[in-house]
């Protein structure tokens, strides 16, 4: 079992930044791919970034790139969403999740935190 616990999430105006963390217990947290999703109201949940094992290879969603910064350390077993520039749409509940198979598809994710909200406001 793995638990993940976010926090970081809270209103800012857009063009502001927030800092995301999602701190795991339980297995051996470098053992997994970690990702970052999210979900607006009335959509769908859907893929934000996502970081390999060793933080070597890392993957956007298009419409976050050159915005966010996905990081972890396996140390402190965390990992990390900065998001600069932040805008309206990317009003949502994050979520952190856990899982062995290298892919932005979220049903392939094992664990997964409660979620923590960031509203952007215009």
């Known amino acids: 079992q793995v638990q993940l616990i976010e926090s970081g999430g809270g209103l800012v105006q857009a063009g502001g930044s927030l800092r995301l963390s999602c701190a795991a217990s339980?297995?051996?947290?470098?053992?997994?791919?970690m990702g970052w999703f999210r979900q607006a109201p009335g959509k769908e949940r859907e893929f934000v970034a996502r970081?390999?094992?060793?933080?070597?290879?890392?993957y956007y969603a298009d419409s976050v790139k050159g915005r966010f910064t996905i990081s972890r350390d396996n140390a402190k077993n965390t990992v990390a969403l900065q998001m600069n520039s932040l805008k309206p749409e990317d009003t949502a509940v994050y979520y952190c999740?856990?899982?062995?198979?290298?892919?932005?598809?979220?049903?392939?994710?094992?664990?997964w935190g409660q979620g923590t909200q960031v509203n952007v406001s215009s």
């Open positions: 339980g297995r051996i947290f470098s053992s997994y791919i």
């Open positions: 970081i390999s094992r060793s933080g070597g290879t890392i």
């Open positions: 999740a856990a899982g062995l198979v290298p892919t932005n598809e979220a049903r392939r994710y094992t664990y």
